[in-house]
Structures are given as C-alpha cells and as structure tokens.
C-alpha cells in the first residue's frame, strides 16, 4: 500500500475540461478553467473551490505567460489579494508572493471603495511578460481563471 501522502500519478488526474476554455500546464499538469461569467472575486473563488481547485495564482512568469494565452483583451480575476493587510498581496493558497507582474502604477487601491483584489488585464498582455496585473474593486464583476492541481 502506497504511502497516504504519495503523489497522485499523472494518469489519475482530473482530465482537464469544463469552462469556456482551458489550458494545461504540461510541466506541472495544472488545469486552469477560464469562465466567462460575470462574477465577484468571492463568488469567482467559490466557483472554483467547487471545481476542487482555486483563482489561479501566478508564481512565476512562465505560469503567468501561461495563463495569459487563455483570454487574450479579457480581465480576468485571479487568486490574489490584500483584503486582510492593505498592500500586502497574498496568494489564495498560501504560496509566497515573490513573482510580481503589477502594471505600472499598480497595486494603488483607487476607487471609492478601494480595490483589493487581482485582475489579470488581457488588453495589457505584453509579449515575454504576459498579462499585466492590476488591483480592482473585489465586489466589481469579472471573468476568473480557475486552477486546478
């Protein structure tokens, strides 16, 4: 019997399907789920939590590139946000927030009711960097990208 806290093999994986589109990541077998619905973070969060997975996080340029090729001239939530400590951006799964791709200016929290939550801007999608991020109003509505393991 296999240890309790042995890797799941690749071919038991969820298959990669669902949303209005998708793209896996063939290094790690990440699924992310792009959804066209017009959704708050939290709701956007909950969706993809329902899915067995979270907002995308975007840890690396390679991933963010990634990402970026799934909804080009979209904004797009993903799993970051300052909610808890203002300025202090943090990633739905705990990871370390080290890989910034911020666009110029951002994170500013503007906004009357200040913006605390991460879009990726698809009309800001710079080759070799991929989408720009920008923080917006958590209760505004936008599309999401879901990750799956």
């Given at each position: 019997?296999?240890?309790?806290d ?18 896996e990541d ?32 975007s840890?690396?340029?390679?991933e ?5 090729r799934?909804?080009?001239?979209t ?33 500013n929290?503007g ?11 698809g ?7 991929g ?16 990750e799956?393991?």
């Amino acid at each position: 019997m296999p240890p309790i806290d042995a890797a799941v093999p690749v071919d038991a994986r969820l298959p990669c399907i669902g949303g209005d589109d998708r793209i896996e990541d063939e290094a790690s077998g990440a699924c992310y789920i792009f959804f066209t619905a017009d959704l708050s973070w939290a709701a956007a969060q909950a969706e993809c939590a329902l899915l067995g997975g979270h907002l995308a996080t975007s840890t690396s340029l390679a991933e963010n590139v990634l990402m970026s090729r799934i909804a080009p001239e979209t904004e797009i939530w993903i799993g970051a946000t300052d909610e808890a400590s203002e300025n202090n951006f943090v990633w739905v799964t705990s990871e370390p927030f080290a890989f910034v791709n911020w666009r110029a200016g951002e994170p500013n929290n503007g906004g009357s009711n200040g913006e605390h939550c991460a879009i990726l801007e698809g009309e800001n999608n710079v080759a070799g960097r991929g989408c720009l991020w920008d923080d917006r109003n958590c209760a505004s509505g936008s599309s999401y990208l879901c990750e799956r393991p």
